[in-house]
Structures are given as C-alpha cells and as structure tokens.
C-alpha cells in the first residue's frame, strides 16, 4: 500500500487546475497566501486589493471575525450532522432567515454546496413539480446564450457559453436558447440598464409557438449575466419575460448565484428588478464565499405540491450529503449577520453612482469598446487582437496583478465585483491602475 504523504516537494503538477490555462500559470504562479478586508496578500508579501470579491462571492470582505468565529464554534460543537431523515437547528434558521428576505411567496429553500449544484437542483424540480401536478409532458427547460448556470450538465446544457459546451457531448435532450441581449449597436456605453432589447424576450413566444407551451418546463435566466462578461437586461426585459411565463403555465427561474446577497445594492435581482421568479438559485455571497454553500428557494406553490400524498414518503429524491452543512449553515448566518449589521446592501447602494462615474471614467481610454455598470457590477469590453481572442484582456490582468490590483476577464472583457466594504480611495485605485493598464498594454 502506498503510504499517505506528510510532505512533499514544491511541486505544482498534480493538481489540476479548474478554468486555469495550467501550463502557463505553473510557468508563472500567482499565489495567494492570506487575505484580510479588502486585500489579498501573495506569496512575494504584496497587498492585492480585491476588484472581483474572490469570484463574485466574498461579498462581506475577507476574513470577517464574525464569520470566522461563528465556523470555529461550529466544528468544535457539531462537525457534521446526516442532512437525509435528520436536521439540525441552524440550517432551519438559515432557511427562514433567507426566505424572509425575499418577497412573500418565495418561502422554502433547499441547499446545496454550489452554484452549479442548485441550477442542477433548480432544474430537477421544476421537472419534478410538473409530473407532480400531472403535467408530465412538461420536460423541455429553455436557457439562454451566453448564461452561465455553472458546470453540471444541466448547467452546460442551459447555458450559452460555447466553450463549455462544445467538448461534452449531447448534454440534456430538448433544451433551446433565447438569444441574448448583448446589443452593442444600440446600447454601448449604457449607464445602468440598457434601452433597447426588451423585445428579445418575445423570442420564447416563438419558442412557444415552434414547440407548444405544454412541453416547456421552465426558463432559466441569470436576471444579470455575470460570467459571459457583464449583460444587462433591457428595460422591461425581465418583465416581460415573467410575462409569457405566466400566459402559458412556464417556471420562470432566476439564477441569482452572482446578484443574490447585495451584489445590485439590494438583497436580491428580484427585489432589485421588482420581478419575482418562482424559484431563484444562489451560493457564493450566501457565506461570503468562506464554506461552499448554496440553495435554491422555491415559491409555496411549487413546494406545496409536492407535500402530498402518505406522509412518510420522501417527497423529492434529491438532496446531497452536505445539504445545509452545520458548518455552513453557521458561516451562513454570520455571514447574514455582516450584511444587515454593517449595512452592506444600503451601502453597495449608496457607493454605485461613485462606481458608475469610475466606471465610464475609462469612455475614450485606449482599446475600450464598451463600459457598463450596474449596482456594485463593472465591465470593461476590450476590442480582441484579430487573431488572438482574449491575449489583450488577459495582459491586462497580469499587469493589473503586478500593480497589486485583482481583476477579472472572460474573453476580451474585463469584469468588475469587490466585496461591498469597498471604499471609494480603493475604487479610486481600481480605476487608476486600470487607465495605466490600458495605456500600457499592446
Ligand atoms: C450565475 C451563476 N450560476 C452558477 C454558477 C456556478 O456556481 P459554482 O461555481 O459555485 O458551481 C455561477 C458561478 O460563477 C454563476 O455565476
């Protein structure tokens, strides 16, 4: 038998990094080695002030005591508790707190220990709730280009992001896409939501009438898409949307695994956008991104259905070892404590006109396309090097890093999220360092 290493080399080729060009970052490693407030530090000993809240999540900043005391409490009292046929109190708590936190109808929550996780979940129920209903024909789910819903294949399969799509083979049966609502010859240079494009939604009409409403489970949308590099929906886009679902007996839901916990400068994209989903997804600014953690809440309507029938059968085969982990659960609840004790939300709020005007500070700046913004949301759209997608954003990001600022690209877009203790002397920096990036970079 082999024996368990102790130590070993510092050798960086056994792990295989996730969404990481492997050979180029092994050539050239960025580490991370603490992080506190605003700021990461890395192995050299330099301060990285945090652009991106890790990736869309450390909404509450880095290393809040609250949070780390409540998870050291918590795995010195109860490790772990079995989350099938048994509960503990904390993540009952955790589910009452968050539902209360949004509108009244999105009542119950399940969790999960990711974004990808609760989409997969998401999309199992509405599935579930029809058949439920007697409504069985109902298995066809419609996601949009460009999403994002994470990685499981019910995620690739909504989404429309190609590269993660096209290596996977068929993915789900009967999926379709809306197109998305990326008008850059209409609404470049937007401040906040688009103008135009709420018509793109008219789209599922036509979905309707290709495939007939009665074969259409639900729509999955991010109400902001985050991952593709920052798409807002048009005025009166979501609205619409929630329109047609209606008129023909179609879940709407809304991934809200970036826009959920403050990231608009309010709770959540429902209440933000005055729509309300039937169900929404979320994770990461669920536990500031300390312990993996996600949920999907779901409307009474939907889990109402499914609490029929002989009261000891389980009511959804579904559900996983970690499903509200005690430890979570309790990062979960300090983590709520953060935002509602330090105002987070009122203040990404407050702070987003500051942001908007840093982030159209860059209008005219070399290779800049397009800048759009909305709560504590930035991108930067970069014109590609013909023949070289994504070298000129990705310099931008090495020289951003150098200069001690994190940032994040998708593509030739440069996308923006800091935690929402961000201050205006770091957006300040932000910003600065960005003009300097773009003038330097080829
Ligand atoms: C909208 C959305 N959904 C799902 C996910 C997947 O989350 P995870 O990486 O936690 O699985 C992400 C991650 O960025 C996301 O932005």
Redesign the pocket.
Known sequence: MSEIATSSPNNLDAFWMPYTANRQFKANPRMLVGAKGMHYTNSEGQQILDGTAG??CCNAGHAQLRITEAVSRQIAEMDYAPAFQMGHPKVFELAARVTAMLPNGLDHMFFTN??????DTALKIALAYHRARGDGARTRLIGRERG????GFG?ISVGGIVANRRTFGTMLSGVDHLPHTHLPEKNAYSRGLPEHGAELADELERMVALHDASTIAAVIV?PVA??TGVLLPPKGYLERLRKICDAHGILLIF?E??TGFGRLGASFATEYFGVQPDML?V??GLTSGTIPM?GVVCSKEIYDTFMTGPDNMIELFHGYTYSGHPVAAAAALATLDCYKEDGLFERANDLAPYWEEAVHSLKGEPHVIDLRNLGLIGAIELEGIPGKPTARAFDAFLKCYEKGVLIRTTGDIIALSPPLIVEKSHIDQIFDTLRMVLSEID
């Open positions: 990736l869309w990711s974004g990808s996780e609760s989409v994002y819903h994470g990685t995620g991010e985050g991952s991934d695994v970036i997804t994770a990461k996600g």
